[in-house]
């Protein structure tokens, strides 16, 4: 999916790649090999959505800038039978016995049940901001991540539970 989405947007050689991420499944690891786009470097965004679908585009100072939109068409799956009953998490798929028949499929289909679309793409707003201290838990986060003085976290955001000993 990354290499075919590079080849349709055919960006120049060394300018920086940006991508959007449709899943947390797997899908986010090969935008981070092969097109170097991390949470951390600010060039990959996972959005929890659920499609199995990914847009890359170049650099933008606009609001919005062309990308291409490559995704696992729900059509297309029906002529790979093993592929379809694997991804649509059917309980006729057994990785113990079709899981070779599964790797041979995604091999010989290449780009088979895949589809694209151009697209534009939502350039995300840098905001200026400034270390600030959370009225409850005390902690600095960035004063535009701050709502009425408390950070997520301490507005029933939280990931985690503090043990007590």
Known sequence: MVDYALELLNPPEGEKIYAVCE????????LQVIAHC????????????????????????????SGIRVFVDGEKIGR??????????????????????LIDEI??????FLSHERVRVKVPQKWPWRSAICSICGEMVPDNL????????CRSQSYYEKKTY
């Open 146 to 153: 701050l709502v009425d003085g408390a950070c997520a976290d």
């Open 107 to 112: 091999i010989e289909a290449g780009r088979g």
């Open 80 to 101: 790979y039978p093993t592929f379809a009953l694997w991804y649509t998490k059917d309980p006729l798929f057994d990785p113990r016995t079709r899981g070779t028949a």
């Open 23 to 30: 899943t947390t499944k797997c899908l986010p690891d090969p």
């Open 38 to 65: 991390t949470t951390g470097n600010h060039r990959l965004r996972v959005i929890p959505i659920g499609k199995f679908a990914i847009t890359m585009n170049g650099p933008a100072e606009a609001p919005y800038v």
